[in-house]
C-alpha cells in the first residue's frame, strides 16, 4: 500500500550520514544506501576479473592464465573501479580539504589514488609495482562496509518512518448532513468531524465528541494497556480505537499534531551531538594526523632500506587500516538507536545532551501534584457513625452529591458507583460555603465541612471525630455526612485525598535500584499532606527530601538550593508554575499530559504521565553512555595495534599486512561497532503493566 506523505513531516531519510544532516561535519551528507549496494555489486563483478589475473595471486595460488588483452583487464576494470566505486571517496576527501576536517574519507581518498596512480604507472611501465587487484579489492570492501553503515543508519532512523507510517492515507469525514465521506487525510481541517470506527487509528489530533472507547496509544505514549476515552478526551494523531466506534472533532492537522511533534524532536536529538561525539571527532582528526605521518615515515624508512615496492604496500596499507570508519560510527550510530528506541518508549528527547546527563543525576526532583499523585482527589476512607454502616455513608452521600461540579461531589459519585453504592436524591440545593443538601426517600441530607457543623450546630461523636482528626492530621480532606431530620445529627465521615499515582512508588524504587542518590519532593501543599504522600511513597528519613508549602514562585530557587549543595538535579514537573524549574534544572522533565509551556521548557519529555519514565530515561541514558564508551574504546584501541602493524614494524616477527587485509580488518572493526551498537535494542524501558 502506498502511503500518502504530503500531510505528514517528511522523515529523516536514511541517507543522511552519521549523525544526521544537521551536523556540519557530516561525512556521509547524501548517500544512500541503495547507492551503495548497487557500487559494491557491480565493483565486485569487476574485482573478481581483475584478482583471478593478476599475476602476483596467480603465482601465489599456482595457477595460470593466458589470452590475449589480459594484460589490459587490471587497467581498464580497475579503473572503472577507482572512478565509479571509489568517487563517493573521492568527493568525500575532496570536502574534508575543502572543510578543514580531514577525517576517514581523506585516508580513504588517498589510499586508492596512491595505489591507483602507482599501478597507472606501472601499466605505462615508468614504474615497477603492480596494484591493480589490491585497489580493487580495497575500493569494493570499502563499498561493503559503507553500505552496511548506512544500512545500520536506516534501521536505526526507522523509528522516524514508523511514526510516519501511523497515519491512515484515509478518514471518514462527517458531514453536516450525517452522511460519512471518504476522504484523503490531507484534506482534514480544524473543527472537522470524523468517524473513527473499532479497529481504525485516529486520522489527527481532536477530542471525543460522541461515543466511548478503549483507546490503544502504546505507539505515542509507551503504555502497553489501552485507556479509556470519552466525550470530552483528546486523542491523538495515530492512537487506535480498539473496541468501540467514535466520533472526533479535529484540533490540529499536519505539523500541529503531537505525532508530527514526536517527529521533528526525534530527527533533532538523532541529529544532534554530545561530549562522547565531540570527543571521537577529536579523536578522528588526531588519528588523520598520525595515520598520514606514520604513512610518510614508513614510505622514507622503507625507502632508505632500498624497497621502494615495499614502501608503496605499507604507505597504502597505513592509509586504509587507520582510517576511522569505526570512530564515524560509533557514536552517531548509538545516538540514532537510543534516540529511536526511547522514542517508541514514549520518552521524547529534546536536548541529547540532556539524556547523556541523565546518567549523573544526584538527586531526581519531583512536583507532587499531577507527577506523583492524579492530581485529582479519591475517596480513601469512610467512617460511620453508630448504627449507621459505612456502604450506607457513601450511597447517601453520593446521592446527596450526584448533582454536584465540585471536584470531591465527583469523587464521592465515583468511588460509590464502583462500589455498587447508588441512591436518588431529590430536591438538590447548594449551600454556599457550607456544602449541598437533597432529599433521599423523603428524607434531608446534607454533606459538607466544618461550617456545614456549624451551622447545624451538630456536635460529631468522639470515635468519628478522632477519626475525622486523624484523616485531616495527614492531608485528608474531610466531608461530613448529615441528616437534617428533626435533630440534626453527623451519620459518617469521608476522607478524600490527592491519590499517588499507583506506578509512582515503583518508579522511585526503580530509581534508587539505578543508583541515583536521593529522590525528592515539591509541593505547595502543607508540610502534613506532603509528609503523608512521601510516607505513602516510601521516601527515606534523612536520605531523601520533602519541600512543602512552596509558592510556584519559588520552586526555581529550590532547584538552584540542591544545585548550590553540588548535586546534579532532575526536575519532573507537569504545570505552568513548574516551567522555571524545569529550565533551571540540569535535566527537565516534563510529564506529557501536562501543559504546553512545561512541555517546552523541559529538554525530556514522557509522552504518558507514568513516572516509570523517569527511571527509563535513567536506564536509557546509562546504557547508551556504556555503548558509546565500548565503541570508542574498540575503534579507539584497535589502531594501537593495527597502524603499527600495517607500517612493517612486525614484519621482522613474519607479521605483514597487504591493503586488503587491511582493508577487510577496517571493515571488521566497523562491523564490530555496529553489532555492539545493535544490542541497545535489548534494553527494556518500558514499565511493565500493573
Known amino acids: ?21 544537521h551536523r556540519s561535519h557530516d561525512k556521509h551528507a547524501g548517500h544512500d544506501p541503495e547507492a551503495f549496494r548497487r557500487k559494491f555489486w557491480l565493483s565486485l563483478a569487476l574485482t573478481i576479473p581483475v584478482i583471478l589475473t593478476s599475476h602476483l595471486v596467480m603465482q601465489s595460488l599456482n595457477y595460470s592464465l593466458d589470452f590475449p588483452g589480459i594484460t589490459l583487464i587490471g587497467p581498464v576494470l580497475g579503473s572503472i573501479v577507482f572512478f565509479y566505486g571509489g568517487w563517493p571517496f573521492l568527493v568525500g576527501a575532496v570536502r574534508e580539504v575543502r572543510d578543514r576536517a580531514p577525517g576517514m574519507m581523506l585516508l580513504i581518498g588517498l589510499a586508492i589514488t596512491v595505489g591507483y596512480l602507482a599501478s597507472l604507472a606501472t601499466s605505462l611501465g615508468t614504474f615497477n609495482l603492480d596494484f591493480w587487484w589490491e585497489m580493487s579489492a580495497l575500493v569494493t570492501v570499502m563499498l561493503l562496509g559503507h553500505w552496511q553503515e548506512m544500512k545500520a543508519i536506516g534501521q536505526a532512523r526507522g523509528a522516524l518512518a514508523a511514526l510516519a507510517e501511523l497515519l491512515p492515507d484515509d478518514a471518514e469525514r462527517v458531514g453536516p448532513d450525517g452522511g460519512v465521506q471518504r476522504v484523503k487525510v490531507r484534506e482534514l481541517r ?7 470506527r473499532p479497529g481504525a487509528r485516529v486520522p489527527a489530533d481532536g477530542h471525543v465528541i460522541d461515543g466511548n472507547a478503549d483507546i490503544d496509544e502504546s505507539m505515542i505514549t509507551g503504555e502497553s494497556r489501552p485507556v479509556p476515552r470519552g466525550v470530552g478526551a483528546r486523542v491523538v494523531a495515530g492512537s487506535v480505537a480498539t473496541d468501540s466506534a467514535i466520533r472526533v472533532q479535529i484540533d490540529a492537522v499536519g505539523e500541529d499534531t503531537a505525532l508530527a511533534g ?21 579523536f578522528a582528526a588526531v588519528l588523520f594526523y598520525v595515520a598520514t605521518a606514520v604513512a610518510v615515515l614508513s614510505l622514507v624508512v622503507w625507502t632508505a632500506i632500498g624497497n ?10 597505513v592509509l586504509v587500516i587507520s582510517c576511522p570508519h569505526a570512530l564515524g560510527l560509533a557514536i552517531p550510530l548509538v545516538i540514532a538507536l537510543s534516540t529511536g528506541l526511547a522514542a ?54 453520593a446521592a446527596v452529591e450526584a448533582e454536584s461540579e465540585h471536584p470531591l461531589a465527583r469523587a464521592i459519585v465515583k468511588a460509590a458507583k464502583e462500589n455498587g453504592q447508588q441512591a436518588t436524591a431529590t430536591q438538590f440545593q447548594a449551600l454556599p460555603g457550607r456544602g449541598v443538601q437533597a432529599s433521599i426517600d423523603g428524607s434531608r441530607y446534607a454533606v459538607g465541612g ?8 451538630i456536635q460529631v461523636p468522639d470515635s468519628l471525630a478522632r477519626t475525622a482528626e486523624d484523616w485531616s492530621g495527614r492531608g485528608a480532606s474531610v466531608l461530613h455526612l448529615v441528616t437534617l431530620d428533626r435533630t440534626p445529627r453527623a451519620l459518617g465521615a469521608i476522607a478524600l485525598e490527592d491519590e499517588a499515582r499507583p506506578e509512582a512508588r515503583d518508579a522511585i524504587e526503580q530509581l534508587r535500584q539505578l543508583g541515583v542518590p536521593k529522590i525528592a519532593m515539591i509541593t505547595g501543599d502543607a508540610r ?29 530557587d529550590k532547584v538552584s538550593e540542591l544545585q548550590a549543595r553540588g548535586l546534579t538535579v532532575a526536575m519532573v514537573g507537569d504545570g505552568v508554575n513548574d516551567a522555571p524549574a524545569l529550565a533551571r534544572a540540569d535535566v527537565g522533565i516534563a510529564i506529557g499530559a501536562g501543559t504546553d509551556v512545561a512541555i517546552e521548557t523541559a529538554s525530556v519529555i514522557l509522552a504518558s504521565s507514568d513516572p516509570r519514565g523517569v527511571a527509563s530515561s535513567v536506564r536509557l541514558s546509562k546504557a547508551s553512555y556504556r555503548k558509546m564508551i565500548q565503541n570508542l574504546a574498540w575503534a579507539a584501541g584497535y589502531n594501537v595495534i593495527a597502524i ?9 616477527a613474519g607479521l605483514v599486512l597487504s591493503p586488503a587485509a587491511a582493508a577487510v580488518l577496517m571493515s571488521a572493526s566497523t562491523i564490530v561497532v555496529a553489532l555492539n551498537a545493535q544490542t541497545l535494542r535489548r534494553v527494556q524501558l518500558a514499565p511493565e503493566p500493573q
Open 450 to 457: 466544618p461550617a456545614l457543623l456549624r451551622e447545624q450546630q
Open 190 to 196: 480544524v473543527k472537522d468531524l470524523v468517524l473513527v
Open 1 to 21: 500500500m502506498s502511503h500518502d506523505n504530503e500531510h505528514r513531516p517528511p522523515p529523516e531519510q536514511p541517507d543522511a550520514g552519521h549523525a544526521g544532516p
Open 308 to 317: 621502494l615496492g615495499e614502501a608503496v604496500v605499507r604507505t597504502i596499507t
Open 262 to 282: 514526536i517527529q521533528r524532536l526525534v530527527a533533532e536529538a538523532q541529529a544532534a551531538g554530545g561530549r562522547a561525539q565531540d570527543l571521537a571527532d577529536r
Open 644 to 652: 603499527p602493524a600495517a607500517a612493517g614494524v612486525f614484519a621482522g
Open 528 to 556: 502534613p499532606v506532603a509528609e503523608a504522600v512521601a510516607a505513602d511513597l516510601g521516601f527515606r528519613h534523612g536520605v531523601d527530601e520533602v519541600f512543602a508549602e512552596v509558592l510556584p514562585a519559588d520552586k526555581d
Open 344 to 397: 517508541s518508549n514514549g520518552i521524547l528527547v529534546k536536548h541529547r545532551l540532556a539524556l547523556e546527563r541523565m546518567r549523573q543525576v544526584d538527586v531526581v526532583l519531583f512536583d507532587k501534584t499531577g507527577t506523583l499523585t492524579k492530581g485529582e482527589h479519591t475517596v480513601t476512607a469512610v467512617a460511620a457513625a453508630d448504627g449507621t454502616s459505612e456502604d450506607d455513608v457513601l450511597r447517601l452521600a
